[in-house]
C-alpha cells in the first residue's frame, strides 16, 4: 500500500456507502488468472467470476495490453465522433452473429433499457401507437432502471417505487401456452433470458423458444433476448442463442463482453435498427475507446473454437465434481445450466441455505455465488485451468464437510 493511501477496512462500508449491497467479510485487492488475493493476503479460487464478468480471470495479459494501449492514445471523445475501438468491436460483433448493427451502453440495464426503448419505437412506427406492450417472464432479471425492473419479472426489485412503466405483461417462463395467451397484435416484443440466471440458473427449454419465435413472427412482435449474462462464450457457443438455433431480433450483451471493464452493446437487424434514428437515444460513455478496445481483444479470444470447446469440457469436470459432493453429501436435486453458467439446485433438507454455503466456501477460500436462496450458482473464468477447479471443488468440500458437521 503506498504511503499517501488511508487504510481502509471493511467496515468502512458499513459507515459510508449506500446500504445497497451486503458484501462479504474480506477485501479482495489483485488477482491473477482464477486466484484471489485479500487484504491479509489470503488467497481464494474464484468460481464467482465477478457474477459472470470475469471470462478471461483476472490480469489477463491480452486485456491489460488492450487496455494500456489505448489508455495511452484516447479515452474519450464523446458520440459526437465515433471512434476506432468502437468501429472494431461492432464489426466483430456483427460478423459472430445474427446482427447487422451495434449500439453501446455501458451495463446491461443500459442496453436492455435501449433494446426495450427499440421495441416499443418499432410498435410505434409500425402501428401509429396501438403497439407497445412487452411480454417478459416471471422471475426474469433485466436490470435495476425503472424501466428494467418494470420488465424484469421480480417484484422484490420493482415494487416500491411508485408507478411502474405500464404495458408490461409477466408470464411464467417455460410455459408456451401461457405465452401463447399473451402475445397478441398489441405486443411490440417478448423479451427472454435464454438461460435465467439470476432466477436461478434456468435453460429455456428448445420448444419454449422455438415456440415464442414462431408466435412473434406470427403476430409482428420483436424477439429480444437478453442475453447479459448467458453471452459471451458462457454457453459453449459465443451466445445462448447459436445453442438454440432461434435467432433473435435484438440482443442485449454486457458482463462478459468487458471482462471486467465496464461494457454492454444491444444488437440487432438492419430494419429494426433504422427505428432508432439520430438523436432518438444516446449515451455519453457508450462505446467509449476504452471499454471497446477490451472488448475486442476479449472477443479475439473468446470467440474461438477452442475457447469454446474447453468451455464444454469445464463443464463437464464441474459438473462430474459436484455430482461427487453431491454423492458424498446429498444436497442436490439438479445440476443444470449451459457451459459455465451451472447452478446446483438445493434438496429440500438444504432449501433456502444457498447463502450459508457461499459463506462458508469464503471461509475454506472459494468465491461462489448463489441465485436466490436454493440455488449454488458457478459463473468462473472462460479458461479457469483444471487445477483451479479441483482445488476449487475441494474446498467446497471442506466447506460442505463443516456445515453437515456444525
Ligand atoms: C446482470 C444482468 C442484467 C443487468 O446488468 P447490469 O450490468 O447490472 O445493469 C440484466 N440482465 C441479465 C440477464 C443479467 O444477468
Excluded at 500500500?1 to 459510508?16: C, G, K, L, T
Excluded at 416500491?160 to 397484435?185: C, M, Q, T, W
Excluded at 471461509?363 to 440455488?375: C, F, H, K, R, Y
Amino acid at each position: 500500500m503506498s504511503a499517501s493511501q488511508p487504510n481502509v477496512q471493511r467496515a468502512a462500508f458499513d459507515e459510508v456507502m449506500v446500504p445497497t449491497y451486503a458484501p462479504a467479510a474480506f477485501i479482495p485487492v489483485r488477482g491473477e488468472g482464477s486466484r484471489v488475493w485479500d487484504q491479509a493476503d489470503r488467497e481464494y479460487v474464484d468460481f464467482a467470476g465477478g457474477i459472470a464478468v470475469s471470462a478471461l480471470g483476472h490480469g489477463h495479459p491480452a486485456l491489460i495490453n488492450a487496455l494500456t494501449e489505448q489508455a495511452g492514445k484516447l479515452w474519450h471523445v464523446s458520440n459526437i465522433y465515433t471512434n476506432e475501438p468502437a468501429l472494431r468491436l461492432a464489426r466483430k460483433l456483427v460478423d459472430h452473429t445474427f446482427a447487422d448493427r451495434v449500439f453501446f451502453a455501458n451495463s446491461g440495464a443500459e442496453a436492455n433499457e435501449a433494446a426495450c426503448k427499440l421495441a416499443r419505437r418499432y410498435g410505434h412506427d409500425v402501428s401509429g401507437g396501438s403497439r407497445y406492450e412487452i411480454v417478459a417472464a416471471t422471475n426474469s432479471f433485466h436490470g435495476r432502471t425503472l424501466f428494467t425492473v418494470s420488465v424484469g419479472g421480480q417484484p422484490k426489485y420493482s415494487d416500491g417505487f411508485g408507478p411502474k412503466i405500464e404495458g408490461i405483461r409477466h408470464v411464467p417462463y417455460n410455459d408456451l401456452a401461457a405465452l401463447e395467451a399473451v402475445v397478441s397484435d398489441k405486443t411490440c416484443a417478448v423479451i427472454l433470458e435464454p438461460i435465467q440466471g439470476e432466477g436461478g440458473v434456468l435453460p429455456a427449454d428448445q420448444a419454449y423458444l422455438e415456440g415464442a419465435r414462431r408466435l412473434c413472427d406470427a403476430h409482428g412482435a420483436l424477439l429480444i433476448f437478453d442475453e447479459v449474462q448467458s453471452g459471451v462464450g458462457r454457453s459453449g457457443h459465443l451466445y445462448a442463442y447459436q445453442h438454440y438455433g432461434v435467432v433473435p431480433d435484438i440482443l442485449t450483451t454486457a458482463k462478459s463482453i468487458g471482462g471486467g471493464f465496464p461494457l454492454a452493446a444491444m444488437l440487432t437487424t438492419e430494419k429494426v435498427a433504422q427505428h432508432f434514428s439520430a438523436g432518438v437515444h444516446g449515451s455519453t460513455y457508450g462505446g467509449n475507446p476504452l471499454g471497446c478496445a477490451v472488448g475486442a481483444a476479449l472477443l479475439d479470444i473468446v470467440a474461438t473454437p477452442e475457447t469454446l470447446a474447453g468451455v464444454a469440457a469445464r463443464h463437464q469436470r464441474f459438473v462430474a465434481g459436484l455430482e461427487q459432493l453431491n454423492a458424498r453429501y446429498g444436497l442436490f436435486q439438479q445440476i443444470r445450466g449451459l457451459g459455465l453458467l451451472i447452478g446446483a439446485v438445493l434438496n429440500d433438507s438444504w432449501k433456502g441455505r444457498a447463502k450459508d454455503i457461499v459463506t462458508a466456501a469464503n471461509e475454506e477460500g472459494l468465491m461462489i455465488l448463489q441465485a436466490g436462496p436454493d440455488v449454488l450458482r458457478m459463473a468462473p473464468s472462460l479458461i479457469i485451468s483444471e487445477t483451479d477447479i479441483d482445488e476449487g471443488l475441494a474446498r467446497l468440500d471442506r466447506a460442505l464437510a463443516r456445515l453437515t458437521q456444525g
